[in-house]
């Protein structure tokens, strides 16, 4: 009788089970306002994974719904929100190429930039994603001159700005630490904006927390370790004659001279050395950037 008993209890148990699974794998065939109610429900009580499960019910049950550009703008927000900004930036994408008029377009370019910017908690890490910030920054500026957002957004690129300048000086030291004096001097060559006093900016300070495990940006928490005396020396290692040599060789070098001219007004200088820098980074064509050199010049 117990064996029974207990057989019936695993078997409706097991039963019980099936059944709860099954019922959220045979959801199909579903109207388009029952996913997107789905959606919203999920957002609101913060099941983002749900959320975007229901959101490729919708969009392959309906792809011409009227009520997929909402729900796609909704889980870009909802993401953004968690702090989820690739994600983020994935619907973005997804709005920008399938659903949004003009108008829209320029919203959801400023939230790409903002979900990029946002992205970027450390000044010194992620050097990739500090670029393509300022090109989309640049490159909105270029196609909305007239935006809203035109102040934001250029007050995002400054700090980019100083965040790639804090990162190249960080990489510069770490070369110091490495004797590759050449390296060294090459990245603190790179000024990309003339129009920042780059002596008046500071490095920006780390947390004390995580200053104790990556330094101050300066040098290593383990350095005290380390004897003052070179054990290796490094095949980029010159003495101080030859690295006057090369900083004179870098001083020359396209990377430095690139926005020196001459017979121009400083403020001439420093539109042509942004049209330079927007070309150099692909976001102008030449042309583009001849027309914008001529119209400076006629100023």
């Known amino acids: ?89 994935h619907f973005l994408n997804e709005y920008v190429k399938r659903y949004a008029t003009p ?4 919203d959801a370019e400023f939230l790409k930039i903002k979900a990029k910017y946002m992205a970027l908690p450390n000044p010194r890490r992620d050097q990739a994603l500090i670029q393509e910030a300022i090109e989309d920054g640049e490159r909105f500026k270029l196609n909305y001159p007239n935006s809203m957002y035109f102040s934001v957004v250029d007050t995002m690129l400054v700090r980019l700005y100083l965040a790639e300048a804090a990162l190249n000086e960080t990489i510069a030291d770490l070369y110091d630490r490495l004797d590759k004096p050449k390296s060294a001097v090459y990245y603190r060559s790179i000024k990309p904006q003339p129009w920042i006093k780059w002596a008046e900016v500071d490095r920006a300070n780390s947390a004390w927390y995580r200053e104790w495990f990556e330094g101050d940006g300066t040098e290593s928490w383990y350095a005290f370790m380390i004897p003052d005396t070179q054990s290796v020396v490094s095949r980029n290692s010159i003495s101080e004659d030859e690295n006057e040599t090369v900083e004179k060789k870098i001083e020359e070098s396209p990377v430095v001279q690139k926005n020196k001219t001459t017979s121009i007004s400083k403020s001439q200088q420093d539109e042509i050395a942004q049209a330079q820098e927007l070309k150099d980074k692909g976001i102008i064509t030449d042309e583009e950037f001849d027309a914008l050199k001529d119209e400076i010049l006629k100023k």
């Open 1 to 89: 009788m117990n064996i029974k008993i207990n057989f019936a209890l695993i078997l409706s148990i097991v039963l019980i089970l099936f059944t709860a699974c099954s019922k959220d794998i045979e959801e199909y065939n579903k109207p388009a306002i029952y996913w997107y109610g789905k959606i919203v429900s999920s957002v609101a009580d913060g099941s983002l994974e749900k959320a975007d499960n229901y959101y490729s019910s919708l969009q392959g049950e309906h792809i011409g719904s009227p009520l997929l550009p909402e729900a796609t703008m909704i889980l870009a927000i909802a993401h953004m929100y968690y702090e989820e900004y690739l994600l983020s930036e």
């Open 103 to 106: 108008n829209e377009k320029e």
